[in-house]
């Protein structure tokens, strides 16, 4: 820990009355996310206890609608043990080292963690992709949901942005307060491939409806960016970026 203080720490945040009517609504979900916290994080919201998140270097929410006054003071207080040392072999520091941030999102919703896109295997011909991702419902009835997924070139001062590739909808039932994920596989012709020195993006835009009463309702979107490339290790060509061999100089094993 470079010789820095360890130990158990405590954050609180006083919200006042106004405060919290600006911030909070009944119609939504309120995740309070953390990006990272070293070790142990334990959150509280005016003395519910939400859970705890172990590991230190991975982001977390949790749902604080429940426990929140919209019309008065609210305490919110994350716990935080870095306390068993030594802990790790390079320096940890301690505490919530990366932004916090409140998102505000519809009962059903996907899960801001759990998103991912990877590539499973990949040619100058084509790139098949794996796209996961959960959807959480937060309501008291299950719902019928679906998941709108679409591939474009990520538009930038760099790129161009002309690929536009629609995966067919995936449909699933969430039951009531529980989480369930989508599996997507898609296919990207003549793939242009993620380098160190060609370093082009795609972007996974996926749309999560669900059905009530009749209609279709969008209850959110969120963009992904990503970049196609395979990664592997083996004991005699080391480290292999798309299936050719690449040099290491060194790696950031600190924050």
Not at 42 to 47: D, L, R
Not at 95 to 100: E, L, Q, S
């Amino acid at each position: 820990s470079g010789y820095l203080p360890t130990g158990i720490g405590w954050y609180r945040l006083h919200l006042n009355a106004k405060q919290s009517s600006r911030l909070f609504n009944k119609q939504n979900v309120h995740l309070l996310r953390f990006d990272g916290v070293y070790m142990n994080a334990e959150v509280f919201v005016n003395g519910h206890r939400l859970g705890k998140h172990p590991y230190g270097y991975t982001p977390f929410s949790f749902d604080i609608a429940p426990f929140i006054q919209t019309d008065g003071d609210n305490v919110i207080a994350v716990r935080v043990d870095n306390a068993e040392q030594p802990s790790s072999r390079w320096y940890t520091g301690s505490g919530i080292y990366r932004p916090v941030s409140l998102l505000s999102v519809p009962d059903v919703f996907i899960t801001p963690e759990a998103i991912s896109v990877s590539t499973v295997s990949l040619n100058d011909e084509r790139a098949i992709l794996h796209i996961t991702v959960e959807a959480e419902n937060a309501t008291d009835k299950p719902q019928e949901c679906r998941l709108r997924t679409t591939i474009t070139e990520r538009k930038d001062a760099k790129q161009s942005g002309s690929l536009s590739l629609t995966i067919p909808e995936q449909a699933i039932t969430i039951p009531a307060h529980s989480k369930r994920t989508f599996d997507i596989e898609s296919e990207v012709a003549s793939p242009k491939v993620w380098t160190p020195d060609f370093p082009f993006l795609y972007q996974a835009n996926v749309q999560l409806l669900s059905a009530s009463e009749g209609k279709t309702h969008a209850e959110q979107s969120i963009a992904i960016p990503f970049g196609i490339r395979t990664v592997a290790w083996n004991a005699t060509e080391g480290l292999l970026l798309n299936g050719k061999s690449i040099k290491l100089n060194g790696g950031c094993i600190h924050h």
